[in-house]
């Protein structure tokens, strides 16, 4: 377990840190020496132990994934790496996650990616992230996410679509 250590100064600025999460549980990471071993051996085995098989009939789940990192989205784009492969891609992920439980998250995530937008849609096509569609703020992400000009999915249960909400 590794714990944040939080500058007074951040801290200061955002009293949230003393409260966050991976500042009071801390999070797991695996030692660099052994990542490969973990997802390779531990994290895979487990996955196919419950039948989950990442790209079965598609070149296997390390094609599977180059295939989609670097022809598809990009998510957590906002970093110096991922602007410089920008050539590689066709979506560059210009928001943060959408936080269904999270109700004051909902503004806070459609204002910045409509500016974030302005700037990926010079070189992109912003994504602005899945969203429920039978959400209690379904309409105001399908809205924003239909005038954002980018594509619009969502990520519902199996069979818990508003077709309704999703044709409009």
Known sequence: MQYSNVLPGVVW????WKT????????????????????NDELHNYLASAECRLGAGLGGR?????????GYIVSMSHNTDALHCSKQT????????????DPVSHTIHIAPVAYNSAFFGEFMQPDWDMFHSQHQAAKYHGSARKISGGPVYV??????????????
């Open 90 to 101: 066709a979506v560059v992920r210009a928001s943060d996650d959408f936080y269904p439980r």
């Open 13 to 16: 600025n955002k009293l949230g």
């Open 20 to 39: 966050d999460a991976m500042t009071v549980q801390g999070l797991g990471l695996v030692n660099p020496k052994n990542v490969i071993r973990f997802y």
């Open 155 to 168: 990520s519902d249960a199996p069979g818990k679509n508003n077709f309704d909400l999703l044709r409009k």
């Open 62 to 70: 390390v094609e599977f994934t180059r295939q989609y990192h670097n």
